[in-house]
């Protein structure tokens, strides 16, 4: 019998770059228009290593999917798409803007000395698509933001490092900005900020392997009550729901990009009964595994 061989999401440094591990420290940034020129103005289908991606669309129209999401898009444009999330792009012949990559220890590196770094890391680690906000309203001008940023990335210029450390901050706090959300000023907030990030960190690195909340509430030193008032402050969302979201959204990736029987996904996510799997994942997505399956894929994997 032929064993039919699984084609993973593909995983790049940059578009149609393979690679494996991101260089530590590495930050690009590029026109929109140069890079999709030369794949047809279609990125299929992928995701980042260890590499989130900011972009900034000032010309054109076109779509785009983050996971199992897809919406049109009209410039002015401003995406955010944190490593991991698999995300595609079709883009107008003639759009263009900026695209900024970066590893995400040199996020980590200008982050996290910040005063604010549980906000402005929650900011990094959400997915974002929208139009951006106006100087009017945010008092930062993107565009010029990430023209900027392009020079100083692509030159040789003494402070160049600094310069675009400095801009990748303001960036980031344009999207957080951007997104509406509220300033954290005081400590005990800032705190809690921090262990919803170290919560949702800790999900990435156990989400397989079945652990209930009291589990990760005692590996982060708190009471689950605690947590949970640390997650709903944040996001507006219980550490079981954000559980249970996250479990959703690796089902959905490996149901769309995957051709793995449901019930190999559901042992790989933690379940030890694809039945419950199965009743679990109706009960969130409205359709069982196959239906959703059925529904959301395109063409032969």
């Known amino acids: 019998m032929q064993v039919r061989r699984e084609r993973p999401i593909p995983v790049f440094r940059l578009y149609g770059e393979t690679a494996e591990a991101t260089v530590p420290g590495f930050v690009h940034a590029e026109r929109i228009g140069t890079s999709a020129a030369l794949h047809d103005w279609e990125i299929a289908p992928h995701r980042h290593g260890a590499l989130s991606q900011g972009l900034v669309i000032t010309k054109g129209t076109g779509a785009l999917s983050l996971d199992a999401s897809r919406e049109e898009f009209c410039a002015p444009w401003l995406v955010w798409v944190p490593s991991g999330v698999v995300h595609a792009f079709s883009f107008r012949p003639g759009t263009d803007g900026v695209v900024l990559s970066l590893a995400d220890d040199f996020l980590a590196a200008v982050l996290d000395p910040d005063p604010e770094a549980g906000r402005l890391r929650a900011t990094t680690e959400a997915t974002f698509s929208g139009r951006p906000g106006s100087p009017e309203e945010i008092d930062l001008d993107l565009a010029g933001l990430v023209q900027t940023l392009a020079r100083e990335a692509a030159g040789a210029l003494p402070g160049a490092a600094s310069a675009v450390a400095a801009l990748v901050k303001l960036l980031v706090v344009g999207v ?100 419950y799997f199965s009743r679990f994942f109706a009960a969130r997505a409205g359709s069982s595994p196959a239906t959703f399956r059925r529904e959301n894929r395109s063409g032969e994997i």
Not at 180 to 187: L, Q
Not at 225 to 254: F, N, W
């Open 176 to 275: 957080l900005r951007t997104r509406a959300a509220r300033s954290i000023t005081e400590p005990a907030a800032l705190a809690r900020a921090d262990l919803h990030r170290r919560f949702r960190r800790l999900v990435e690195m156990h989400l397989r392997e079945g652990w209930p909340i009291a589990r990760f509430a005692a590996s982060l030193g708190v009471t689950p009550d605690r947590l949970h008032a640390a997650c709903t402050e944040a996001v507006r969302r219980s550490p079981q729901g954000i559980l249970h979201d996250r479990l959703m959204l690796e089902a959905k990736r490996s149901l769309i990009y995957t051709t793995l029987p449901v019930s190999k996904i559901a042992f790989d996510l933690g379940f030890n009964d694809p039945a």
